[in-house]
């Protein structure tokens, strides 16, 4: 029996984390990795379960793997999906053999093992949970598997950029949201393990470590202290020598504290760019949301501002939330004005059961929803493109992360690319992995290297650049 793993991975950067350590947790337990999921004796789909919408682009990924299954092939579910919804994911997929929690991913060698030993039966009993419980029925948390999600990680790195999880699920109360009943409370990862999964992924060539966790400004709470995340990325410029970009997603408006703003600022390693989801701009929605008031977060913008003035920040909105009033939308409308983002997503509010907005009155239509977010990202491109166009001139550095050769479509949209000219694609500091702009430099450079260039062009999301 070969032993030959594909994994499909959904959802959020903290996902991708995920399946880079089911990854190697299975690469440790002497599988290998497969080219394409035909080629693959077990295929693991890691799953969302956050939003309607994330809910079907999953279980659809699942159907159309099941349908191409051969003889053999085991079709596992993991992730958020599972957690929410357990077996059912099986009723709805009856070609996957196994359903493992996205906390029990750890022991995924074992599953494998007990799903080949288990033929499915009739009653489908061949499901993580189960299998958990008869292994490690009754066993308290702090001896099951060696690891949690929360333990130290060895990681495969895939490229000069990496996501660096710090911890798992959330104590915060957001009306709108599932994930704490999906993750449970805040959990850190240990210090010593961070830097040393950190020092891991350098060692392998990777330049920015990008790290995410649901709310990454509560890192440390959990075990009593405070402001541990300004400690922790202190170390890690300290400590991890070869890293050259440190960069902070999902942290939480009412948890940046002034030493975090300072460290940001005194180090050169961690890039000046904050992903700082706000969810409104309006204070009535924003308090049936039980986010923080506008004010508080109006003044935390400014302190960063003023301690990083090039600072580049993302953040997300949502239009739509029960009850919003078109007048709620406009105060939106105006503090996106106001505070003039880098980077904005902007999301439908999506009705959630289990969720205290899931059962409120007053939603909004689809179409009012859909009408709002519109209007929302056209206020939000024409900044962007400023904001771009600002740019144009000045010197930035870009980590390269791919080469290629313009096509007809692209050379049409930017009369600065040429059809047939070899460019690289990179990122600046302004620019996450996956969610933000690139920049196109116009020469075939080294994959992984760290190039300065001088920015000839801009569109609403993306540069042009020249290398120096
Ligand atoms: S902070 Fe984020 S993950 Fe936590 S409850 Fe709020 S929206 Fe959900």
Redesign the pocket.
């Known amino acids: 029996m070969s032993n030959l793993f594909f994994i499909q991975t959904l959802g959020c950067a903290k996902n991708t984390a995920d399946s880079e350590g089911i990854e190697a947790i299975l690469e440790r337990a002497g599988f290998e990795s497969a080219a394409s999921p035909e080629d693959a004796d077990v295929i693991i789909v890691n799953t969302c379960g956050f939003l309607q919408a994330s809910r079907q682009e999953s279980l659809e990924a699942m159907r159309a793997l099941g349908q191409n299954k051969h003889d053999g092939q085991l079709l596992i579910a993991a992730g958020c999906l599972v957690s929410r919804y357990g077996q059912d994911v099986k009723h709805q997929v009856p070609s996957v053999d196994g359903v493992i929690d996205a906390g029990r991913w750890l022991a995924m060698p074992r599953f494998i093992e007990y799903l080949r030993a288990h033929e499915q039966t009739a009653n489908g009993k061949a499901d993580g949970e189960t299998w958990f419980e008869e292994a490690y029925i009754n066993l308290p948390r702090s001896q099951l598997p060696a690891r949690s999600v929360t333990d130290y990680m060895p990681r495969h790195a895939h490229g000069p950029s990496a996501f660096l999880k710090i911890a798992d699920g ?1 104590d ?3 009306a ?2 599932i ?2 009943a999906i993750k449970g409370g805040h959990r850190s990862k240990p210090m010593d393990d961070v830097i040393a999964e950190a020092r891991d992924l350098v060692a392998q060539g990777v330049q920015e470590i990008v790290l995410v966790a ?2 990454t400004t509560a890192y440390g709470w959990d075990w009593g202290q405070r402001d541990v995340l300004a400690t922790l990325m202190e170390r890690m410029c300290n400590e991890v020598q070869g890293l050259n970009w440190l960069r902070l997603m ?1 942290a ?1 408006p009412g948890h940046v504290t002034p030493r975090l703003v300072r460290v940001m600022a005194a180090y050169p390693q961690i890039v000046h760019y904050l992903d700082i ?1 706000l ?1 409104h701009g309006d204070g009535r929605v924003l308090h049936r949301m039980k986010r923080p008031n506008p004010v508080a977060t109006k003044r935390m913008l400014d302190d960063l501002r003023t301690a990083m003035p090039d600072l580049a920040i993302r953040t997300t909105f949502i239009v739509g939330f029960p009850g919003e009033t078109e007048q709620e939308f406009e105060g939106l409308l105006d503090f996106i004005e106001e505070e003039q983002f880098d980077r904005v997503g902007i999301f439908e509010f999506s009705r959630e059961d289990g969720t205290p907005a899931g059962a409120m009155e007053h939603q909004v239509s689809r179409q009012v929803k859909a009408r709002r977010r519109h209007d929302a990202m056209l206020t939000q491109q024409a900044i962007s493109l400023a904001k771009n166009r600002a740019f144009v001139g000045s010197e930035l550095e870009v980590l390269i992360e791919g080469v290629g050769t313009i096509e007809g479509n692209a050379a049409m949209r930017d009369p600065a690319l040429e059809c047939g000219n070899c460019v690289s694609i990179g990122r600046s500091y302004r620019d996450a992995p996956e969610v933000d702009g690139i920049v196109i430099v116009q020469n075939e450079l080294a994959i992984g290297k760290l190039v300065k260039v001088r920015v000839t062009s801009a569109s609403e999301y993306d540069l042009i650049a020249d290398p120096i």
Do not use: E, G, H, S
Request: glycine letters at 0%; charged letters at 15%; one cysteine or more.
């Open positions: 959330c915060r109360p957001c709108f949201c994930i704490p649901q709310d999902y939480y989801p969810q």
